[in-house]
């Protein structure tokens, strides 16, 4: 196996410009991301206050170190035990994995065949059909769900259409339920998991299935024993793709969902605008990124370690 | 042409002996393993398989040479089943393969770029096929050792495909397509990946292989001394067509027709007509030579009048400094135009006075040379009457 050739020792000016090169990145990072976070974790400590901002204790500076000292003291896990405590929060957390979970599988089941047509179709055809798959992203995601409501809607589209071609008498009653849901969300993360999957499936070398139909293996074996592992990497990055933002999605369940479709995005919302609870809003969201870091870190390391056996 | 001397060579002069008494295709009574019956094959407005007929017998190591889009790659997936004949029929040991999916034919096939399971270990892409057959795990795990020991991969068996080189991977792929033991291994330009010194030892391994293991070979290449190697026999193709079938030494010293004689090796052509012939010899008016050119070995009858091509290898071309003695046949005179080194070989150029080149070729049989030739010396070029080919097509 050939090794990569060691660039050319640059002396100490190069080697301080080739680390301001990761630097870059790191610190939009640091700045953008850990810098809110430690905000968010600091008001998940504090408690809620009629004031403004609705939380206690405010860092203020010009009271000195004594005064930064006396507010740190009044920081407290309070509002992740109540997580613990309450209910709603957890049950509203297992709904949204549930529903992301279910999501995850429609979008597999309906986004790969998509990338795999995609992938077969003659190449010049294939700048055109990835352009309809990205199309959608060109207009407002909240417009699209609002166009959803009107075809799902009981004097909506769907029904007038279904009601028209005599297949049903009622009205559907669709919105406002888990069903409705489902389509929203698999209609607007469809994208995410057929690029990734289509980039997998495109670099795909189609004689290997011959070499299996050679060996004595059917078509539809060849496609499980063969196509299928070697599509795993962009099948594993399209679900983690969804399924990590669906847990989170707030929108899509808001507008067509009803009132029974719990997930954790809603409840973090009403938390935070209708009750005015924000530390307790930022604790729901604290507890959410850990748990959602868990598997992407876990993800990150598996790929790591097979880059590692590779070589 | 240089060839490794080692002990490889003293095995392939073995072979040598076993193949020299090896002729099916002389045998009236032999019947053929695989026949192509009227095959052709069109894509559309483009026919790819043209007409074609063609018998290849149990045992033999056969290739099927010419330029790429001559149609030899399409014949050969048409014998695996990757692709449908448009009109005729492939029958392989009796059996009718129209319809046959790839899957259910006793053949098996080594491809061009290997087509190795990535995320599959040597051993596992070896086995592969044997899974297919739902053979007991005991007798497939004997196989691919078996297999591992014949193209002595045996210490790679847990490796990856990408942790091997070209010339282990294309083992491994070998390996994989014997697994089954087919009837009929079908190679596609198994060499071209190959740098030169592992192209020359694959190529006796590769016949010594198909000697031990009894099997037949089917060799698609363009590579014309790929060919003349490993071959017992040799179809020559052009354009969906098979122009001629014949051991490598007949295509080399009988092509069939002008097309043969300049794909394989080398060659001077010459045009003339028929002045007179018969019994074997014809005179020949050459328009580049002044004095009229007696051939023998004429094979077919040639009527006076008509245009023929002459076909002389480089090698039986002979070169002097001084004129050859008075009635030596065929003597041309000339200039050197050109001299090409080549260390064992040495490839002159001579320029005759209408203006033709004649490409000579001599072998340098002492390492120092008294008087050596330069250019604008010169010279003279004769040849044997048996040296040329008379071809009308």
Same mark, same amino acid.
């Given at each position: 196996m050939d090794v990569a050739p060691r660039p050319p020792d640059r002396g100490a000016l190069g080697r301080a410009l080739s680390a301001l090169v990761p630097a870059v990145p790191f610190l939009w990072l640091a700045f953008f991301f850990l810098v809110p976070f430690a905000i968010v974790f600091k008001i998940a400590l504090s408690e809620p206050a009629t004031a403004q901002p609705p939380y206690r204790p405010v860092f203020d500076l010009s009271q000195g170190f004594e005064g930064l000292r006396e507010a740190f003291s009044q920081l407290s896990f309070y509002n992740f035990t109540l997580l613990l405590e309450d209910s709603l929060y957890f049950s509203s957390f297992i709904s949204s994995l549930r529903i992301a979970a279910v999501s995850t599988v429609l979008l597999l089941a309906i986004g790969f065949p998509i990338a795999y047509a995609m992938a077969k179709a003659p190449e010049r055809w294939r700048p055109t059909l990835l352009m309809l798959? *990205?199309?959608?992203?060109?207009? %407002?995601?909240?417009?699209?769900?609002?166009? #959803?409501?009107?075809?799902?809607?009981?004097?909506?589209?769907?029904?007038?259409?279904?009601i028209n071609l005599g297949l049903i008498s009622e009205p559907l009653q669709i919105m406002n339920t888990d069903t409705a849901v489902f389509i929203g969300i698999v209609y607007s993360y469809l994208p995410f998991m057929v690029l990734p999957l289509y980039a997998t499936l495109e670099k795909?070398?189609?004689?290997?299935?011959?070499?299996?139909?050679?060996?004595?293996c059917p078509p539809w074996r060849a496609f499980w024993r063969i196509t299928v592992p070697l599509a795993m990497p962009g099948v594993l990055a399209g679900c983690l793709l969804c399924f990590i933002p669906v847990v989170g999605e707030f929108v899509i369940p808001d507008l067509l969902g009803g009132s029974?479709?719990?997930? *954790?995005?809603?409840?973090?919302? %009403?938390?935070?605008?209708?009750?005015?609870? #924000?530390?307790?809003?930022?604790?729901?969201?604290v507890v959410l990124l850990v748990l959602l870091v868990g598997p992407i870190v876990a993800y990150r390391d598996i790929e790591a370690r097979r880059w590692e056996k590779a070589k | 042409m240089s060839m490794a001397v080692d002990g490889r060579r003293r095995g392939s002069l073995a072979?040598?002996?076993?193949?020299?008494?090896?002729?099916?295709?002389?045998?009236?009574?032999?019947?053929?393993?695989?026949?192509?019956?009227?095959?052709?094959k069109r894509y559309g407005e483009v026919t790819a398989v043209d007409n074609l007929s063609l018998d290849i017998y149990e045992r033999e190591f056969f290739c099927l040479l010419g330029p790429?889009?001559?149609?030899?790659?399409?014949?050969?997936?048409?014998?695996?089943?990757?692709?449908?004949?448009?009109?005729?029929?492939?029958?392989?040991?009796?059996?009718?393969l129209s319809g046959v999916p790839p899957y259910r034919r006793p053949v098996n096939m080594m491809f061009q770029s290997y087509a190795l399971f990535p995320h599959m270990s040597v051993e596992r892409n070896i086995a592969f096929g044997l899974e297919q057959d739902r053979l007991p795990k005991a007798e497939i795990a004997d196989r691919v050792v078996e297999m591992l020991r014949?193209?002595?991969?045996?210490?790679?068996?847990?490796?990856?495909?990408?942790?091997?080189?070209?010339?282990?991977?294309?083992?491994?792929?070998?390996?994989?397509?014997?697994?089954?033991?087919?009837?009929?291994?079908?190679?596609?330009?198994?060499?071209?990946?190959?740098?030169?010194?592992?192209?020359?030892?694959?190529?006796?391994?590769?016949?010594?292989?198909?000697?031990?293991?009894?099997?037949?070979?089917?060799?698609?290449?363009h590579d014309q001394e790929e060919a003349m190697t490993m071959a017992d026999r040799i179809a020559v193709m052009d354009h969906g067509r098979i122009v001629q079938v014949a051991t490598p030494g007949e295509i080399y010293e009988q092509p069939a027709s002008r097309y043969v004689a300049e794909f394989i090796g080398d060659v001077n052509i010459l045009e003339g007509k028929v002045i007179a012939?018969?019994?074997?010899?014809?005179?020949?008016?050459?328009?580049?030579?002044?004095?009229?050119?007696?051939?023998?070995?004429?094979?077919?009858?040639?009527?006076?009048?008509?245009?023929?091509?002459?076909?002389?290898?480089?090698?039986?071309?002979?070169?002097?400094?001084?004129?050859?003695?008075?009635?030596?046949?065929?003597?041309?005179?000339?200039?050197?135009?050109d001299i090409g080194y080549l260390g064992d070989w040495t490839i002159y150029l001579v320029r005759l006075a209408s203006g033709k080149t004649l490409r000579v070729s001599r072998a340098n049989v002492t390492r120092f040379v008294e008087r050596p030739l330069s250019w604008d010396d010169k010279v003279f070029v004769h040849f044997a009457p048996e040296a040329g080919v008379v071809l009308t097509r």
């Open positions: 798959v *990205i199309l959608p992203f060109w207009t %407002s995601f909240l417009i699209r769900v609002y166009a #959803w409501i009107g075809i799902l809607k009981p004097e909506g589209l769907l029904s007038a259409l279904l795909f070398d189609y004689t290997l299935l011959e070499a299996a139909e050679d060996l004595g029974e479709t719990l997930m *954790i995005g809603r409840t973090l919302w %009403s938390e935070f605008f209708s009750n005015r609870d #924000w530390p307790l809003a930022s604790a729901v969201a | 072979i040598g002996a076993v193949r020299r008494d090896f002729a099916p295709w002389a045998d009236p009574g032999a019947i053929p393993l695989i026949r192509f019956e009227q095959v052709t790429s889009g001559c149609g030899k790659t399409t014949l050969m997936r048409m014998l695996a089943g990757f692709e449908a004949a448009s009109e005729g029929r492939i029958v392989l040991a009796g059996q009718d014949l193209v002595q991969l045996e210490p790679f068996a847990r490796r990856r495909p990408s942790q091997l080189s070209g010339g282990q991977r294309q083992r491994v792929a070998l390996a994989r397509a014997l697994a089954k033991r087919p009837k009929v291994l079908l190679l596609d330009e198994p060499l071209g990946a190959l740098d030169k010194k592992l192209r020359e030892e694959t190529q006796f391994e590769l016949m010594d292989l198909q000697v031990k293991l009894g099997m037949t070979f089917l060799v698609v290449t012939a018969g019994e074997g010899r014809c005179t020949l008016a050459v328009a580049d030579a002044p004095e009229p050119v007696s051939v023998a070995g004429v094979a077919e009858p040639l009527s006076p009048g008509r245009e023929v091509a002459l076909a002389l290898r480089p090698e039986k071309l002979v070169l002097t400094q001084e004129e050859p003695p008075p009635h030596t046949p065929n003597v041309f005179a000339g200039t050197i135009w």
